[in-house]
């Protein structure tokens, strides 16, 4: 097999990048659910309680097994907060209640972002399932177009994660602005909740990293192919 100095020196580090920054999630979200919130709120009531601070009502949450499988559902308008996460009162849980609050928060107030990553949603699922074998078809068939349609899926890919990206860090703006005025946590617990969230964010700076390093050494492999 040739040498690839783009996947040595461009794919790796950011796959790299990617593992540390879902390496330092979990371990924020372990330190940090060790920290108890001083008035013994827990996850589920501090997602209530951002969205009665946000005006938004006809939100339900509800609890999911797994570890950090928690999300807004906009098409259900349903938050659902993982085992660790929904009845326990940490700093962590909290954080992470709120942030999903926040995406709530988002779809009652019809935030642009959010709309047009659920929009692309169909497409996106379309070019994450086909992208990869398209290319590899093209590649073992010498079909330069089939690699080039499934390059075009795959930058739906990459588009929908760098939309990704200010609707997670919008929802973390929102939570923890609401957090510090309303008293649901002390002061000094945000700066904890913080960095929960901040790690988190890091995981899908990470992802785009990677799609990003990939499409480029795939287009400079497709235009390999055509030399």
């Not at 949450?61 to 326990?88: A, K, Q, W, Y």
């Not at 990869?132 to 349609?149: D, K, R």
Request: aromatic share 8%; hydrophobic share 50%; proline share 4%.
């Amino acid at each position: 097999m040739p040498f690839d100095p783009l996947y040595l020196f461009l794919v790796l580090p950011t796959m790299i990048f990617a593992m540390w920054a879902q390496f330092r999630v979990t371990s924020s979200f372990k330190k940090y659910s060790a920290q108890r919130t001083r008035n013994g709120i827990t996850g589920a009531q501090a997602a209530q309680e951002v969205l009665r601070q946000a005006g938004v009502s006809g939100v339900q949450i509800e609890r999911i097994r797994g570890n950090l499988t928690d999300h807004f559902d906009p098409r259900t308008n349903v938050i659902r907060l993982s085992e660790n996460v929904c009845d326990t009162a940490s700093v962590a849980a909290v954080g992470v209640a709120a942030h999903e609050a926040g995406h709530a928060i988002q779809y009652a107030n019809a935030y642009f972002p959010m709309k047009l990553r659920a929009a692309i949603i169909p497409i996106t699922n379309i070019g994450s399932k086909l992208s990869m074998p398209l290319i590899l078809l093209g590649m073992i068939f010498s079909m330069t177009g089939l690699i080039n349609i499934g390059i075009i899926l795959f930058g739906i890919v990459v588009l929908f994660q760098l939309i990704t990206l200010p609707v997670e860090f919008n929802a973390s703006r929102r939570a923890v602005k609401i957090l510090s005025n309303s008293g649901a946590l002390y002061r000094e617990e945000i700066p904890a909740s913080k960095k929960v969230l901040s790690a988190a964010a890091l995981t899908y700076v990470g992802a785009l990293a990677v799609s990003l390093a990939q499409i480029v050494r795939l287009i400079s492999m497709s235009q390999r192919r055509r030399r």
